[in-house]
């Protein structure tokens, strides 16, 4: 047997023909001539090498090979049934994967859009990376990830990047510190206290050393720490002060709080960023527009709603094909 020459097609005749029992009747249904349909069983007869089917009252019956042959057919065409399912969810991005980089104080928000994005899209895998500023930069640098989580996008011709949500950074200190409630409280009477520093990489340490450079202010004391939880535990526990993303302070609230600084919070805000040139999996775009609904709803974001809306329309533009249905 020929098995390399049979076709889904001469398959999907055949599996027609037993089952209707009328060569007439298949080409009706698939819309061939009466000529075609004898064609391809003929076809058929000359790859298996044996007779597949014969008339018996009327009706045209496989015969045993033939029967074979039908169950063979029923099986590939199932699978291939299977199969344009999966991709008809793949395209529609119901199904697949695709990989989320984090910056770190960006884990304590981003949950609470992956949590329900899985639960409505359990067949999606989403596979999230989180890592400082500039562990994400070598991983974007390396194209490791679809999207990306930085508070500072890159500065980069292929960059497409969509400032998504707000993420305003405050000085925090201990419950019950003698800061609590003070009125006109400026960071000039805070530089004498120790600070504790996430690491250079961080973009919450970069914000916060160019907004001192630009206010002419030196610390006296710092002491840098690789961790926003392990940064808000040392505070509580009297070690000193810091600058933390609000979002931190509200997710972890125990044993610190937000001090009333003037000049406070500083502004920033999260950016999703994307690779221009890069072919983002549905699934990924179908997260994007999931997020661009959530951020007005649950977070009351409309200026992010709209420029993750101006992210998925350039996307779009670029690679009209990759686009879910």
């Given amino acids: ?31 061939l ?7 391809q069983l003929k076809r058929l007869r000359e790859i298996v ?6 008339q018996e009252d009327g009706r045209v019956v496989p015969t ?11 099986d590939l065409l199932s699978r291939a ?3 344009s399912q999966y991709l008809d969810e793949y395209n529609r991005g119901g199904r697949g994967h695709f990989s989320i980089g984090l910056v770190n104080t960006a884990q304590y928000v981003l949950p609470r859009l992956l949590g329900p994005f899985s639960q409505a899209n359990p067949q999606v895998d989403v596979t999230v990376e989180i890592g400082n500023r500039q562990q994400m930069l070598n991983r974007f640098e390396r194209h490791e990830d679809d999207i990306y989580v930085f508070s500072h996008p890159p500065s980069d011709d292929a960059v497409l990047a969509a400032p998504f949500l707000s993420n305003p950074l405050v000085v925090v200190g201990p419950t019950d510190c003698r800061w609590e409630g003070m009125e006109g409280l400026t960071m000039a009477t805070l530089k004498n206290e120790r600070f504790l520093l996430r690491e250079p990489g961080s973009a919450t340490r970069h914000t916060f050393d160019a907004w001192l450079y630009s206010a002419g202010i030196e610390l006296r004391s710092t002491q840098q720490i690789a961790s926003n939880e392990a940064i808000r535990l040392a505070v509580a526990s009297g070690m000193g002060l810091a600058v933390l993303s609000r979002h931190v302070v509200a ?12 000049d406070f919070p500083l502004k920033s805000r999260w950016h999703f960023v994307v690779r221009r040139e890069r072919r983002l999996p549905p699934a990924a775009y179908r997260f994007l527009s999931f997020v661009q609904g959530a951020l007005a709803r649950e977070f009351d974001e409309p200026e992010g709603e709209a420029a993750v809306a101006e992210l998925l329309k350039a996307l779009n533009q670029a690679r009209p094909l990759s686009k879910p249905q």
Wanted: aromatic share 6%.
């Fill in 251 to 262: 997710d972890s609230p125990k044993g610190v709080q937000e001090l009333p600084l003037q």
């Fill in 64 to 74: 045993e090979v033939g029967q074979a042959l039908y169950q063979l057919s029923q």
């Fill in 1 to 31: 047997m020929k098995v390399r020459q049979l076709t889904f097609r001469l398959l999907q005749v055949y599996a027609d023909v037993v089952r209707t029992g009328s060569i007439t009747a298949t080409a009706n249904r698939l819309h």
């Fill in 33 to 39: 001539t009466q000529p075609t349909v004898s064609q």
């Fill in 81 to 83: 049934d299977v199969f």
């Fill in 49 to 54: 090498g044996e007779p597949i089917v014969r």
